[in-house]
């Protein structure tokens, strides 16, 4: 099994939870180059996985907006290289994709069938990137998750706990929703299918189950480190509205996934995202 992006927050979760399947090759951005095509074809080819599992991914959603090239070769131009190269193989493609690709007006929970309309540069990167790989007819499973959080790498859970050591007061939109998603459980949901004989290909909507604003995980946050004693005290943490924190790129107010096709089809759902919480802070050592 091939893992890309194996530094990352899900990169380095995968190694753990599929070592247990056979070999994994996990490789870094030094030792495959998403945005090399040359090199990455090369590179695949010389390995030659019965899977490749793609964590690898350009996700500085702001920086996006002013070097869309950049996201494009990440995001869009290697999933496709990456799905004619797993064809080639006869392997399987997982790749990994987010509720960025939604403009985030629709009223209830978004599902598989509903009209991708990113607001971002990130976001159409991402969506391209979906396109590609079911362009190339190869073997493949597209998960759609949301709100990534792990104990490596960057992201919103460890960005609020050194925030909370710094201040005494944080202010937090509440008016974007979504569901806190750990790697850990997409990984273990990843080893668990690719465990199995046969996986049906597709898009499949994966996130925790459950909901909350940004402003609500913050709180969440501090109160489980503090339980946890990663924390003596929590912040005054204020409400504030998406227009009072202006971000060169846009974010949908509702990140909400509908899992419940993956759940038919699987039979397997990931935990309410405040026991995905609950389980990482306490195995956190920062």
């Not at 190339?136 to 709100?147: D, E, K, Q, V, Y």
């Not at 790498?153 to 201040?167: D, I, P």
């Not at 925790?208 to 402003?215: D, F, I, K, L």
């Given at each position: 099994?091939l893992v890309?992006g194996c530094?990352?927050q899900?990169?380095?979760?995968?190694?753990?939870s599929?070592?247990?399947?056979g070999?994994?090759?996990?490789c870094d951005?030094?030792?495959?180059?998403?945005?090399?095509?040359?090199?990455l074809?090369s590179?695949v080819r010389?390995?030659?996985p019965d899977?490749?599992?793609?964590?690898a991914?350009?996700?500085?959603?702001?920086?996006?907006?002013?070097d869309?090239?950049a996201?494009?070769?990440?995001?869009?131009?290697a999933?496709g290289?990456?799905?004619?190269?797993?064809?080639?193989?006869?392997?399987?493609?997982?790749?990994?994709?987010?509720?960025y690709?939604f403009?985030?007006i629709k009223a209830?929970?978004?599902?598989?069938?509903?009209?991708p309309?990113?607001?971002s540069a990130?976001?159409?990167?991402?969506?391209?990137g979906?396109?590609?790989i079911?362009?190339?007819?190869?073997r493949?499973l597209i998960f759609?998750?949301?709100?990534v959080?792990?104990?490596y790498?960057a992201?919103?859970?460890?960005t609020m706990?050194?925030?909370?050591r710094e201040r005494d007061?944080?202010?937090?939109?509440d008016?974007?929703?979504?569901a806190p998603?750990?790697?850990?459980?997409?990984?273990?949901a990843?080893?668990l299918?690719?465990s199995?004989r046969?996986?049906p290909d597709?898009?499949f909507h994966l996130?925790?189950?459950?909901e909350?604003?940004?402003?609500?995980y913050a709180e969440?946050?501090?109160?489980?480190?503090?339980r946890?004693g990663l924390?003596d005290?929590?912040p005054?943490v204020?409400r504030?509205?998406?227009a009072?924190?202006?971000?060169p790129a846009p974010?949908?107010?509702?990140?909400?996934?509908?899992?419940?096709?993956f759940?038919?089809?699987f039979?397997?759902?990931l935990?309410?995202?405040?026991?995905?919480l609950a389980d990482c802070?306490?195995?956190?050592?920062?």
């Amino acid at each position: 099994m091939l893992v890309t992006g194996c530094t990352g927050q899900l990169g380095r979760e995968l190694k753990r939870s599929l070592a247990c399947l056979g070999e994994v090759v996990a490789c870094d951005r030094q030792q495959l180059d998403l945005a090399d095509p040359d090199a990455l074809r090369s590179s695949v080819r010389a390995i030659a996985p019965d899977a490749i599992i793609n964590a690898a991914a350009y996700t500085a959603v702001d920086k996006a907006e002013s070097d869309p090239a950049a996201a494009d070769a990440i995001n869009a131009l290697a999933p496709g290289i990456l799905a004619e190269e797993a064809k080639r193989l006869g392997a399987l493609l997982i790749h990994y994709s987010t509720d960025y690709v939604f403009d985030g007006i629709k009223a209830a929970a978004y599902n598989e069938e509903d009209t991708p309309a990113p607001l971002s540069a990130y976001g159409r990167s991402k969506l391209a990137g979906e396109r590609a790989i079911t362009a190339s007819t190869a073997r493949h499973l597209i998960f759609r998750t949301s709100w990534v959080y792990g104990l490596y790498g960057a992201n919103f859970m460890k960005t609020m706990l050194r925030l909370a050591r710094e201040r005494d007061e944080l202010r937090v939109v509440d008016d974007q929703v979504g569901a806190p998603t750990w790697s850990r459980h997409l990984a273990d949901a990843t080893a668990l299918l690719l465990s199995r004989r046969e996986i049906p290909d597709g898009l499949f909507h994966l996130a925790a189950a459950g909901e909350t604003s940004w402003h609500g995980y913050a709180e969440a946050i501090f109160r489980e480190a503090q339980r946890g004693g990663l924390l003596d005290r929590s912040p005054v943490v204020h409400r504030i509205a998406s227009a009072d924190y202006r971000l060169p790129a846009p974010r949908p107010a509702n990140s909400r996934l509908d899992c419940r096709r993956f759940r038919v089809t699987f039979g397997v759902a990931l935990p309410d995202w405040r026991i995905g919480l609950a389980d990482c802070l306490a195995d956190a050592r920062f």
